[in-house]
């Protein structure tokens, strides 16, 4: 049975630090293109970065980019994203997703197969 589980999200001041996990159980991550979004309310859910699985490149949303770092740690079945310096505006619940069909980049949520329970992130200003 493929699962996603996010971990890692809290409430934290703005300019502080969170690491969030994906755990990954029934398949390998290592050879599927993983995406980290969000949704805050009433808005769209949206991609915050990803990491492919032909090459491990990265794509990171514009808003985050410089302070968020998506890795991969193959050994663990786990990709993680850093987030540092969060702003009030990263408040919003943070999922991953797999696109088991692709194998590069993939910034669309509808590209994504499987999805994760979500975990909130809180920044207070």
């Known amino acids: 049975q493929v699962q996603l589980v996010e971990s890692g999200g809290g409430l934290v001041q703005a300019g502080g630090s969170l690491r969030l996990s994906c755990a990954g159980s029934g398949f390998t991550l290592e050879y599927n293109t993983i995406g980290w979004f969000r949704q805050a309310p009433g808005k769209e859910r949206e991609v915050v970065a990803c990491?492919?699985?032909?090459?491990?490149?990265?794509y990171y949303a514009d808003s985050v980019k410089g302070r968020f770092t998506i890795s991969r740690d193959n050994a663990k079945n786990t990709v993680y994203l850093q987030m540092n310096r969060l702003e009030p505006e990263d408040t919003a619940v943070y999922y991953c997703g797999a696109d088991i069909e692709g194998m590069g980049i993939s910034m669309s949520s509808g590209e994504y197969n499987y999805w994760g329970q979500g975990t909130q992130v809180t920044v207070s200003s």
């Open positions: 990491i492919s699985s032909s090459d491990s490149s990265t």
